[in-house]
C-alpha cells in the first residue's frame, strides 16, 4: 500500500514535477456511541487503534477526534480520550470533506 494511493496527483507544466493534494481530516462529532478511556503512562494512539479498531492505521481517527498527535504518537497520563466507534461513519465524513474541497 502507498502512502499516495488516496491521494490525488497534480501534474504541473513539468512532467518530472509531481505535486499531490493535501488530505483534508474531519471533524468527528460527539456520539453516544463513543468510548472515553482516561490515559494511563506511555498510552499511544496507534496501539489504542489497534484495540479498538483492529488496526493501528486509524491512530489519526483518535488524534483528530481529540486534538492529539502534533509530533508524537504519545498521550499523556490520566488525560480523558474520546474514541469514536462507528468507524463506518468515520470513512463517511472523510468522503464528505474531501469533496467539499
Not at 487503534?49 to 483528530?64: K, L, M, N, P
Not at 508524537?72 to 468522503?95: C, F, H, K, M, N
Request: zero cysteines; a positive charge; glycine letters at 4%.
Amino acid at each position: 500500500m502507498n502512502r499516495y494511493d488516496s491521494t490525488n496527483q497534480i501534474t504541473g507544466s513539468n512532467s518530472f514535477t509531481k505535486k499531490y493534494e493535501t488530505v483534508t481530516y474531519p471533524e468527528f462529532s460527539r456520539k453516544e456511541s463513543d468510548i472515553y478511556i482516561i490515559s494511563r503512562k506511555l498510552e499511544r494512539l496507534d496501539l489504542l487503534a489497534e484495540r479498538y479498531y483492529d488496526d493501528s492505521r486509524y491512530w489519526w481517527v483518535i488524534a483528530r477526534a481529540n486534538n492529539l498527535g502534533k509530533g508524537t504518537l504519545t498521550i499523556p497520563a490520566g488525560r480523558q480520550i474520546r474514541i469514536p466507534q462507528s468507524i463506518t461513519d468515520v470513512y463517511g465524513e472523510l468522503r464528505t470533506a474531501r469533496e467539499e474541497r
